[in-house]
């Protein structure tokens, strides 16, 4: 009788799981899944702890899924890639695996490890086998000279091209097997990482959850969302990114689900926005894939790598803390700091402001995002930083600098999301939160938050003699 193994990442669900459907065609197959904890490979990654915890409790869930299939989740820790595919090897030695299913991941470091895990497997007689997790395989997506797309909105058009030619389909949850459901689970232990709690209300965890979250959404919220997506203080994405990046979702089932609801979606404007941020994950995603340097701290523009940062320890100190004096950016930071999770408008501005006017590499202020999101992710994560450093794809020309005080005007004109995350400015007038400190001065009252760390008209002017020297 042949065994089936199932190699679990950041797909951790039985619905439009392509390698589990594909290790269950054969009814008679006794099928096993994995998992396999890397700490030093996640602590080289930068994983937030938030986004550990809400890792293990998803191997938890999927782990009862599975038992409910008849399906055992094994799981094992090891410290980095190349610890793992020696267990991997182990694990189907000792399980006399003969065939071995996952989906792809497509960073640097993961493609090397799955070729090294096929080629050393092959050796043993197991028969490898991979799927592309996406929308759309990388690759897929092409210009008319059969290169990948520098540029998202020709990127994007093509993509919708590709998508009315033929819909990726989604494959079912596996039916039960012989010996469902499990009356005993194999041990799931906590990993060697660090955990940090995290707002279960906001990003409760679970296949089901994610499911029925992403049904609601993709009913009115879809809808309203092309408007209420850039105010903050409003309730207006989607959250689903946490589930996307851990695999609990996949963007199939979101581009399933919407087109259920609105089966115009490509075509209404509305409903398409935001089915083109799903495109734009995929567009960082296929970017990995062309240009593999991106995963190695590598801008795309490489006249920009002659910028002369700033080291300023202070100054970055304050950024990340929330006290730089520009109140939409320290109640963004000090969001990110509590929840792991920012409205993706402030991630541009908190981004601009340590690029911009603090002159601080942006590579600094990718990593720290990565080690505090909840749904970080490097495809889109280094892919906005870049964009806010105008060193990557379809970038904004280097001399557009955000002015974090009229951002906060344009898009918290209330204040709304200000005074929730900074309780200190509760007594400053609606029409003086922006600049509280004037208000300050001029009343002769005393707040308990600082002054602005640097002028952001000095700032402009020091950033563009930095970029136009790099540019020379």
Request: hydrophobic share 40%; with cysteine; proline share 6%.
């Amino acid at each position: 009788m042949a065994t089936h193994l199932v190699w679990m990442r950041n797909d951790l669900r039985i619905h439009d799981n392509y390698a589990l459907h594909a290790a269950c065609r054969d009814e008679n197959a006794t099928v096993l899944a994995l998992y396999i904890a890397t700490p030093e490979q996640w602590r080289a990654h930068d994983m937030s702890a938030k986004q550990a915890a809400f890792i293990y409790q998803s191997v938890q869930d999927v782990q009862q899924s599975l038992a409910d299939k008849g399906i055992p989740l094994h799981y094992l820790q090891c410290d980095d890639f190349s610890a793992a595919v020696e267990a991997l090897k182990d694990f189907c030695q000792q399980h006399k695996v003969d065939r071995l299913f996952y989906n792809y991941q497509h960073e640097v470091n993961e493609r090397q490890r799955d070729a090294k895990a096929e080629r050393e497997l092959y050796d043993l007689d197991v028969v490898s086998q991979g799927f592309d997790d996406g929308l759309l395989p990388p690759g897929s997506v092409l210009t008319g000279n059969r290169e990948m797309f520098k540029v998202f909105t020709p990127f994007s058009k093509a993509f919708v091209r590709r998508l009315r030619e033929g819909m990726p389909e989604c494959a079912p949850a596996p039916k039960p097997r012989n010996r469902a459901p499990l009356q005993e689970k194999p041990a799931l232990k906590p990993f060697d990482y660090p955990q940090e709690e995290f707002d279960e209300e906001l990003f409760p965890a679970g296949e089901k959850t994610a499911i029925q979250r992403l049904r609601e959404f993709c009913q009115q919220p879809v809808v309203d969302y092309a408007a209420k997506r850039d105010t903050p203080a409003t309730d207006g994405t989607s959250r689903l990114s946490v589930y996307l990046v851990t695999g609990v979702l996949s963007p199939r089932q979101c581009l399933h689900r919407l087109l259920r609801e609105h089966p115009d979606a490509l075509e209404n404007e509305k409903t398409f926005t935001w089915l083109n941020e799903l495109i734009w994950r995929e567009f960082y995603r296929h970017l990995l894939v062309a240009w593999p340097a991106l995963c190695k701290h590598q801008p795309f523009i490489g006249w920009t790598k002659n910028v002369r940062w700033q080291s300023n320890e202070e100054q970055l100190t304050a950024w990340q803390q929330g006290k730089t004096g520009y109140p939409i950016v320290d109640a963004a930071m000090r969001q990110l700091n509590t929840l792991g999770w920012m409205h993706n408008r402030l991630r541009m501005i908190t981004a601009s402001f340590l690029i911009k006017d603090l002159l601080i590499d942006w590579r600094i202020g990718e990593r720290y995002f990565m080690s505090q999101l909840i749904d970080g992710d490097l495809a889109a994560n280094n892919g906005g930083w870049q964009w806010a450093a105008s060193s990557g794809n379809d970038a904004a020309p280097y001399f557009r600098i955000f002015n974090p005080t009229t951002q906060g005007e344009r898009f918290d004109k209330q204040g709304e999301f200000i005074y929730r995350w900074l309780p200190e400015l509760k007594d400053v007038p609606v029409q003086h939160i922006h600049q509280p400190q004037e208000w300050a001065k001029k009343n002769g009252v005393r707040l308990d938050y600082p002054p602005q760390i640097v002028d952001h008209k000095e700032a402009r002017k020091r950033a563009l003699a930095a970029y136009e020297a790099a540019r020379k």
